[in-house]
């Protein structure tokens, strides 16, 4: 198991990566905000790959309840609007990304969707639903201090018999480093890190756009961390994929190494019928 931070030091880690993704989002918006209004005005447009849309609707989305933690521009879960998903709520604690959502949302003329600026771990009680689907996507659970208080969020939030959806970064590419120019990427971290990445590189990871970031501060998590996370909040898995190519920017040239590194990987838990938790000491 990772260290354990005590809520006031999660807390100050959250506030310094807000800032951070606070100073990305006006180049995200520079990048993407048009193109993605334009696109919003399809009522069909879908930014989620086939990974996730294939588990996505194996759980069903028509008329379900969807929050999404961490949601970022909101550009996935108005794709889940599209596709016939009921009343949605994406949280994320940048207000600047939170802007952008509220502004694709309105392209999209879907009503039924709120956007929420807050810390995942403190979404005012209003917005706990609970919902049949609490999902959270690519690149989350590095910026998470307390994986353990994550999970009690997911469990907090999901409909007894409800779905918890995963697709993240596999911890094992969390090892690598990506190497200078034309060089490959390469190991350089213990899978058991257990002290924070302290970074100033900018957070564009479409552009690679380079700026001075204000410090951010991510986490490794092992496969246990999370499954054991996830056991004791009653969740059952129901699904695991382990993907060998790229389904995030971080060290993309080990899709194509002799040694393929496991990249990606998706989960489906399910919460308790009964909305208890499980104990796994006896
Ligand atoms: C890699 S990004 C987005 C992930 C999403 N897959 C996407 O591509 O839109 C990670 C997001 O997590 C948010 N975030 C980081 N720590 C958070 C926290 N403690 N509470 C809420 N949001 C957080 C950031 O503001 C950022 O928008």
Same mark, same amino acid.
């Given at each position: 198991?990772?260290?354990?931070?005590?809520?006031?030091?999660?807390?100050?880690?959250?506030?310094?990566?807000?800032?951070?993704?606070?100073?990305?989002?006006?180049?995200?918006?520079?990048?993407?905000?048009?193109?993605?209004?334009?696109?919003?005005?399809?009522?069909?447009?879908?930014?989620?790959?086939?990974?996730?849309?294939?588990?996505?609707?194996?759980?069903?989305?028509?008329?379900?309840?969807?929050?999404?933690?961490?949601?970022?521009?909101?550009?996935?879960?108005?794709?889940?609007?599209?596709?016939?998903?009921? @009343?949605?709520?994406?949280?994320?604690?940048? !207000?600047?990304?939170?802007?952008? $959502? &509220? %502004?694709?949302?309105? =392209?999209?003329? #879907?009503?039924?969707?709120?956007?929420?600026?807050?810390?995942?771990?403190?979404?005012?009680?209003?917005?706990?639903?609970?919902?049949?689907?609490?999902?959270?996507?690519?690149?989350?659970?590095?910026?998470?201090?307390?994986?353990?208080?994550?999970?009690?969020?997911?469990?907090?939030?999901?409909?007894?018999?409800?779905?918890?959806?995963?697709?993240?970064?596999?911890?094992?590419?969390?090892?690598?480093?990506?190497?200078?120019?034309?060089?490959?990427?390469?190991?350089?971290?213990s899978y058991f890190k257990d002290d924070p990445w302290v970074e100033t590189?900018?957070?564009?990871?479409?552009?690679?756009?380079?700026?001075?970031?204000?410090? @951010?501060?991510?986490?490794?998590?092992?496969? !246990?961390?999370?499954?054991?996370? $996830? &056991? %004791?909040?009653?969740? =059952?898995?129901? #699904?695991?994929?382990?993907?060998?190519?790229?389904?995030?920017?971080?060290?993309?040239?080990?899709?194509?190494?002799?040694?393929?590194?496991?990249?990606?990987?998706?989960?489906?838990?399910?919460?308790?019928?009964?909305?208890?938790?499980?104990?796994?000491?006896?």
């Amino acid at each position: 198991m990772g260290r354990i931070y005590s809520p006031k030091q999660c807390r100050e880690y959250t506030d310094a990566n807000r800032q951070a993704w606070n100073q990305v989002a006006p180049i995200h918006e520079k990048i993407n905000q048009s193109r993605l209004l334009n696109a919003f005005s399809d009522p069909e447009y879908n930014t989620l790959d086939d990974h996730c849309l294939d588990r996505l609707k194996e759980i069903g989305i028509e008329g379900k309840s969807i929050a999404q933690l961490c949601c970022n521009n909101g550009r996935e879960l108005l794709s889940l609007k599209n596709l016939g998903a009921g @009343h949605c709520v994406g949280f994320d604690a940048s !207000a600047a990304f939170i802007e952008q $959502a &509220i %502004e694709l949302a309105e =392209a999209s003329q #879907h009503t039924d969707v709120e956007f929420v600026s807050t810390d995942i771990y403190e979404i005012p009680p209003v917005n706990t639903g609970p919902y049949d689907i609490v999902m959270s996507t690519v690149g989350v659970f590095s910026w998470m201090p307390d994986l353990r208080r994550f999970f009690e969020v997911f469990g907090r939030l999901t409909k007894p018999g409800g779905h918890v959806f995963i697709e993240e970064i596999h911890p094992v590419l969390m090892m690598y480093e990506e190497g200078e120019g034309e060089e490959p990427s390469y190991l350089k971290y213990s899978y058991f890190k257990d002290d924070p990445w302290v970074e100033t590189t900018g957070l564009d990871y479409y552009q690679g756009t380079e700026y001075e970031s204000s410090t @951010h501060y991510s986490f490794q998590h092992t496969l !246990a961390d999370i499954a054991m996370a $996830a &056991i %004791e909040e009653g969740f =059952a898995l129901k #699904h695991f994929s382990e993907f060998g190519y790229n389904i995030s920017e971080l060290c993309s040239d080990l899709e194509h190494a002799e040694a393929r590194p496991p990249m990606g990987m998706t989960m489906v838990w399910q919460k308790n019928r009964r909305g208890r938790k499980l104990s796994t000491h006896g």
